[in-house]
């Protein structure tokens, strides 16, 4: 049974673009089909894990039923990926028009101001465009049975969905997860923004708090930020992105100050009330005495995700779980139920769509095909779209000392890349970690403008088993920001410049008079 359309959040405003996203991913007029028989496999979820999942599978010749209580898609599509990078596009456009005056570009008339609403329909219009990809017509046509409703397991073998019970030789379970709202007094009648209502969004909110410096935090405070919000950003821990590389999340933290962004480190909010139409947030710095409060028209809480695991009858299944960390799966993505599997951020810790996509992949051999692929031979490359990203795969300096594994490492500043510099955009580096005394990759950080299309050469190296010395040997165009990759590649040559191959070179030189 579809939701009302008046009830799901994330479709707010109704204009014409969320109407088309909800006649796309869920459509008010839609009819459960009729269950046909036993499935080879019902996947519960529709975000991208169970769109692949569902997708594939059907595309190979199982019988596959989808189900999905809210929007196809998921958290990517409607949430998550698509709609903030919108947002990051318009950041980028308003940062671009205010230092336009270093490339001698002015405005020769008129004042630069971001129109919020304007900005926010964008996104609306082009989510609503993308939306048709993941369309219960699309994937029905495509031979799926799309289910709108919740669903739950009713044994080791059988699912409901409203009033009908679908029974599966194998399922997956593809529920994703949600914002986690941490238990401050105060903090859900402040109704924070999360990534679910942020996106709702239709003034700009003057003054903003964000609670949690993760990617999603970053990438949210510095976008609003360059909208003209005043943004605070509250942090527990001492930095900012707390899993990457510390030099480059100090660039992008650099940045996010530049853009005016107030950070307050090892700082938690304690408490929040309101005054007027003012949220005073009591927050408390570690060793300090004392609180202070910050000021806001809004909250957004971005303070980690809780996997969907309650409601789903994972008892009845025998399916083991973990509240913080979602279903538990072995290395081939199989739940403690023989016949049930997981994927995505519901059973992952790395929680990104490509991710998703990935583990899905190997759902649908291994549950259906036989297949014995592994999730950890997985090299999973992420990215955080601040401005600059910072892109990483791999081992980083600190997984590889704490793990006692020796490397070499090998860097490049984007300042000696010629098109970074004419770019204006020279702050960052580029780092690639070697097992120690050889080429071959271990891990890779790049902190750029580009970071993220920049790395998928490490990446492809990596998977490919291709070694430092592959992409020194690999022409780049002149002058590309990839050049930095390549830059680092050849430290790794020269550095096999030992005396005695010196030597040699000059030896045979002298051959030549
Ligand atoms: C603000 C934000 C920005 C992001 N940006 C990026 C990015 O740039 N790049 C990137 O790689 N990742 C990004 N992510 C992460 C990415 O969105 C997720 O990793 C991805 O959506 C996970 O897909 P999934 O299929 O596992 O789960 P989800 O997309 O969460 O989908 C799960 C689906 O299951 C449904 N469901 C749950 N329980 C039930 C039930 N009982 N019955 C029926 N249906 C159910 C839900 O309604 C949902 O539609 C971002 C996330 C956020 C929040």
């Known amino acids: 049974m579809p939701k009302p359309i008046e009830s799901i959040t994330e479709a707010q405003p109704l204009d014409a673009y969320n109407r088309q996203l909800v006649a796309n991913v869920h459509p008010p007029d839609w009819k459960n089909p009729e269950p046909r028989g036993r499935y080879h496999m019902v996947v519960i979820g529709?975000?991208?894990?169970?769109?692949?999942?569902?997708?594939?599978?059907?595309g190979l010749g199982a019988r596959v039923a989808l189900i999905e209580r809210n929007l196809m898609g998921g958290d990517c599509l409607n949430s998550g990926c698509v709609p903030s990078k919108a947002l990051i596009r318009a950041a980028h456009a308003a940062a671009a028009v205010?230092?336009?005056?270093?490339?001698?570009?002015?405005?020769?008339?008129g004042e630069v101001a971001v129109d919020f609403s304007k900005l926010m329909e964008r996104m609306r219009r082009l989510r609503a465009g993308i939306s048709a990809h993941d369309s219960a017509k699309r994937f029905s046509s495509l031979g799926v049975d799309v289910f709108l409703g919740e669903a739950s397991f009713t044994g080791r073998r059988a699912v409901r969905v409203g009033e009908t019970e679908l029974e599966f030789s194998k399922a997956c379970i593809a529920t994703g997860t949600r914002a986690a709202v941490p238990p401050i007094p105060g903090l859900e009648e402040a109704k924070p923004l999360t990534n679910e209502t942020v996106f709702t969004l239709e003034e700009?909110?003057?003054?903003?708090?964000?609670?949690?410096?993760?990617?999603?935090?970053?990438?949210?405070?510095?976008?609003?930020?360059?909208?003209?919000s005043e943004v605070t950003l509250l942090e527990r821990f001492g930095g900012i992105l707390a899993r990457e590389d510390r030099d480059a999340a100090a660039i992008v933290e650099q940045s996010l100050r530049r853009d005016g962004v107030t950070i307050r480190f090892r700082t938690q909010a304690v408490a929040l009330t309101e005054a007027g139409s003012d949220t005073v947030i009591r927050a408390k710095q570690e060793r300090a005495s004392g609180v202070h409060d910050i000021v806001a028209d809004r909250v957004l809480v971005a303070a980690g995700r809780i996997p969907n695991v309650d409601n789903l009858g994972l008892e009845e299944a025998g399916v083991e779980y973990d509240s913080r960390t979602g279903v538990v799966v072995n290395d081939r993505l199989r739940t403690s139920n023989r016949h049930v599997y997981a994927a995505g951020d519901a059973c992952s810790l790395y929680r990104f769509t490509h991710m998703a996509d990935a583990?899905?992949?190997?759902v649908i051999g291994n549950a259906l095909f036989f297949g014995r692929s592994k999730a950890s031979a997985l090299k999973v490359p992420w990215c955080t779209y601040s401005d600059p990203e910072?892109?990483?795969?791999?081992?980083?300096?600190?997984?590889?000392?704490?793990?006692?594994?020796?490397?070499?490492?090998?860097?490049?500043?984007?300042?000696?890349?010629?098109?970074?510099v004419l770019d204006g955009?020279?702050?960052?580096?580029?780092?690639?970690?070697?097992?120690?005394?050889?080429?071959?990759?271990?891990?890779?950080?790049?902190?750029?403008?580009?970071?993220?299309?920049?790395?998928?050469?490490v990446t492809l190296a990596m998977s490919a088993g291709l070694g430092l010395k592959a992409i020194a040997g690999t022409i780049h165009p002149y002058?590309?920001?990839?050049?930095?990759?390549?830059?680092?590649?050849?430290?790794?040559?020269?550095?096999?410049?030992?005396?005695?191959?010196?030597?040699?070179?000059?030896?045979?030189?002298?051959?030549?008079?």
Do not use: W
Request: glycine share 12%; aromatic share 4%.
């Open 98 to 109: 205010r230092d336009a005056g270093q490339f001698g570009v002015r405005l020769a008339d």
């Open 479 to 513: 002058p590309t920001q990839a050049e930095a990759v390549r830059k680092a590649a050849d430290a790794y040559q020269r550095s096999r410049l030992t005396p005695d191959l010196k030597r040699l070179l000059k030896g045979i030189l002298r051959l030549h008079g």
């Open 46 to 58: 529709a975000g991208t894990a169970g769109l692949v999942t569902a997708i594939g599978a059907a």
């Open 390 to 420: 910072l892109a990483h795969v791999g081992l980083n300096e600190t997984e590889a000392e704490q793990e006692g594994i020796r490397i070499d490492t090998y860097k490049t500043d984007m300042a000696s890349v010629d098109r970074a």
């Open 204 to 228: 700009l909110p003057r003054r903003l708090a964000v609670i949690g410096a993760g990617p999603i935090g970053v990438e949210l405070a510095q976008s609003f930020a360059r909208f003209g």
């Open 425 to 457: 955009e020279a702050e960052g580096f580029v780092k690639i970690h070697c097992k120690r005394g050889t080429d071959s990759i271990l891990g890779a950080t790049i902190v750029g403008r580009h970071a993220g299309d920049m790395l998928s050469e």
């Open 359 to 362: 583990m899905a992949r190997i």
